[in-house]
């Protein structure tokens, strides 16, 4: 089990989470190797093993370390970045260049280059302006670039606004008009600078049915059609992009990866074997499902303040900027007390962080055992979009973070320091 009470203690991965944070300090990201493992198992199991020319590309907007781009070499995935600086993470860590792919609505001149240089193994383009700034580059430089088309299906999910990304009215993709999207997939066609290679889709993420998967997959395969019946032209590839929820609290519904895959990969032999064309290979993005309930947060308890007959707030020395989730768009999590692990429930309390904001709330009416000053509390599924995520607002440190596994702990990211800080702080001439 990664997830463990012995002796009225939580360990995570064998690990005594009370003596963590004694070790090193608090905040502390915790990641626990085994879960990742797991995860990614499961992956070569229901999907890369059981069907032939697939990919999984692990989304690093998620949780991305080097660390972590070596844990996924390893097990055998792909890797999707959205940035120069998560793409400079992998060429850092030696990953390899063919299995990255590069996602982003607005990547930069510069961050581009840096893709074409380090010979990438897929460019996702999500607008029409940035085929050109593309091709141009691969004509200075004398190279070619496989390319997909992110495409945007007009499907909406069950999930939260802020991350639901293939509605009609989105900043993501492509639009399916057909006056937009034909001249621009005849132009990719027919670059000497590109191979185009077919179409992706991202319909949101944290999501508990499959519903929305399906439809985009209908308009995906209706478009790859369209492309054979117009320009005679089978596209090899098809990225089905990710968004497979976890469980965060006892009212998530997690489903598996064959519950959205299964449905998704007979509907594409279907299609395949109507249309006789070779079943292109299929890609999926999972993130969050790799890393999220591989991760817990541990802080350190200190002012409670019981406002009688209103609410008892439970101060913690994080919140929004380690965890700006639940601030962002009210994402929910559960905790416990760590070293009162076994005790009995029984206080509802409000765990609140220490930023100057009163939305840095990290958890509202939480059972828990009845805490004191000192204590030690970990908040679950925080793997993803925690330290991805960390800001210094109010000049607070980024935690570090740890890998644990089989009872050992390791640092992968140190804790930053006040010095690190403001170390891009300068005084002009002017002040001095």
Request: hydrophobic fraction near 35%; charged fraction near 25%.
């Amino acid at each position: 089990m990664i997830k463990e009470i012995k002796n009225n203690i939580l360990y995570f991965d064998g690990c005594n989470t009370v003596e963590l944070a004694e070790k090193y300090g608090t905040p502390l990201y915790v990641m626990s190797e085994t879960a990742i493992v797991e995860k990614c198992k499961e992956i070569r199991d229901t999907f890369l093993n059981k069907y032939e020319r697939t990919r999984a590309a692990y989304a690093a907007k998620a949780f991305l370390t080097l660390s972590m781009c070596r844990i996924i070499e390893r097990e055998g995935l792909c890797l999707d970045v959205v940035s120069g600086g998560e793409l400079y993470t992998a060429i850092k860590a030696n990953f390899p260049a063919e299995k990255i792919e590069f996602n982003g609505n607005n990547k930069s001149i510069g961050e581009l280059e840096l893709a074409i240089d380090y010979n990438i193994g897929r460019i996702i383009v999500d607008g029409l302006d940035e085929l050109d700034i593309i091709e141009g580059i691969c004509k200075k430089k004398g190279k070619k670039t496989n390319i997909l088309y992110r495409i945007t299906p007009g499907v909406k999910s069950d999930s939260h606004d802020y991350i639901v990304t293939g509605k009609k009215d989105s900043k993501f993709g492509i639009p399916l008009d057909d006056e937009v999207i034909f001249p621009a997939i005849e132009k990719a066609i027919n670059s000497p600078h590109i191979n185009f290679m077919g179409f992706h889709f991202h319909v949101g993420s944290q999501l508990l049915n499959n519903e929305s998967h399906l439809k985009a997959l209908g308009t995906a395969l209706k478009l790859i059609k369209d492309i054979i019946d117009k320009y005679n032209y089978v596209t090899p590839e098809l990225n089905i992009g990710g968004g497979f929820g976890i469980k965060y609290t006892d009212d998530d519904d997690k489903k598996s990866y064959a519950y959205f895959l299964d449905p998704m990969m007979e509907r594409i032999e279907e299609f395949s074997k109507e249309m006789n064309i070779t079943r292109p290979e299929i890609v999926i993005e999972p993130g969050r499902s790799i890393v999220g309930e591989s991760g817990i947060t541990l802080y350190t308890i200190g002012t409670i303040k019981d406002i009688k007959g209103i609410r008892k707030y439970v101060s913690v020395d994080g919140g929004m900027t380690d965890n700006i989730r639940p601030a962002l768009y009210q994402a929910k999590y559960e905790g416990i007390v760590a070293n009162k692990a076994d005790m009995a429930k029984t206080d509802l309390v409000t765990i609140s962080g220490k930023c100057c904001e009163s939305g840095d709330i990290l958890i509202k009416d939480a059972h828990i055992a009845i805490a004191e000053r000192g204590d030690i509390f970990a908040v679950f599924s925080t793997g993803a979009y925690g330290y991805s995520m960390a800001s210094n607002y109010n000049k607070n440190p980024v935690p570090a973070t740890v890998l644990v596994k089989d009872g050992k702990s390791e640092i992968i990211v140190k804790r930053q320091t006040y010095d690190h800080m403001i170390a891009n702080e300068v005084i002009p001439e002017s002040l001095k």
